[in-house]
């Protein structure tokens, strides 16, 4: 069967030392602490048209997880307070190939647990789920857990999500659900941060292995998003965004998903109950309840004033 998962990370914005004044830009570095928070970004992406027919290209605002630098501007307001406009750095890229594997791990740990309790951080941090390429990503967080005495490692069910599988990436804020994410499961494949970038060729852009900044022997699955040309049963991936025009002074929060937006579905409690900041929550569905909770999301999400975007860009320099 496909699961529905509910998936909550660290939904903070990030804290900034020093931080910019109003209309002045600074560069935030990789993020190398031993947690994650996310960030209000702005990048060229496309959206499904008004009219749900086609997609249109746009500047466009949204929420999500982008560890790796970015260009950062005092926004009016608290919620956002940043906004971010993601890049990669030319040199840092370079000096990245497929044989040295990639040498900094998330949170310290060669499990990315991606939970913020790392003691300290030994490495540079990755971004779980990737929406900047034709297709989502994801292929790390919440796919181990420590457990026993003994603390070891063992694997969750998020490595064996099915095709048709419906992750609601999210976090807890002030005691609601807000989304940032929503990928559709059109694909896996196995691999080993220790050679990702041999084990994913063909399936994961090459820059893949360099934004998750992992190591080890341990397996992971990495799962490939349905998106908007190649639908998985009409179902597609996409991030809650809205256009803007590169001057706005001001952000907005993300769309807050209720138990309420399910009412029509057959499944209608999927949210963990209250409480639950980190982790996921699975329930297993058919295809068709499946597309019952997409739309009713989609539903939702318009009803908040957001597009479904997808396909971001960032920059090189």
């Keep these: 069967m496909a699961q529905i998962v509910v998936f909550y990370h660290p939904g903070r914005e990030y804290p900034v030392d020093g931080a910019p ?33 086609g997609v249109e290209s746009s500047l466009l605002r949204f929420w999500g997880e982008w560890e790796p630098a970015s260009e950062m501007c005092r926004l009016v307001g608290d919620s956002p307070k940043y906004l971010h406009i993601p890049f990669l750095k030319k040199d840092d890229q370079s000096k990245y190939t497929p044989e040295m594997g990639a040498t900094p791990r998330c949170g310290g740990d060669s499990a990315p647990k991606c939970n913020g309790k790392a003691k300290e951080s030994k490495g540079l941090q990755n971004t779980d789920p990737f929406v900047f390429d034709d297709y989502f990503f994801y292929g790390a967080c919440q796919q181990y857990v420590k457990s026993g005495l003994t603390k070891e490692l063992h694997s969750t069910l998020m490595q064996g999500l099915k095709p048709g599988s419906l992750i609601l990436f999210g976090s807890r804020r002030e005691g609601e659900f807000v989304l940032d994410t929503v990928f559709v499961v059109k694909d896996s494949k196995k691999y080993k941060p220790v050679s990702m970038a041999t084990d994913l060729k063909g399936f994961a852009p090459s820059i893949y292995p360099y934004i ?106």
């Design 21 to 53: 004044k109003f209309r002045e830009t600074e560069l935030m570095p990789w993020n190398a602490r031993s947690f994650h928070r996310r960030k209000f970004l702005q990048a060229e992406g496309e959206f499904v048209a008004s009219d749900g027919q």
């Design 212 to 317: 998750m900044q992992m190591n080890g022997e341990l397996e992971f699955t990495c799962y490939r998003g349905a998106n908007y040309q190649n639908p998985y049963h009409e179902m597609y991936s996409f991030v809650p965004c809205r256009q803007c025009n590169g001057s706005e002074d001001t952000g907005f929060e993300r769309p807050i998903l209720r138990e309420s937006d399910f009412q029509s579905c057959s499944v209608k409690t999927i949210l963990p109950k209250p409480g639950k900041n980190q982790g996921f929550k699975s329930t297993d569905i058919g295809i068709p309840d499946a597309q019952e909770i997409w739309e009713a999301v989609r539903e939702s999400v318009r009803r908040q004033g957001y597009l479904e975007g997808f396909n971001f860009k960032y920059s090189i320099k």
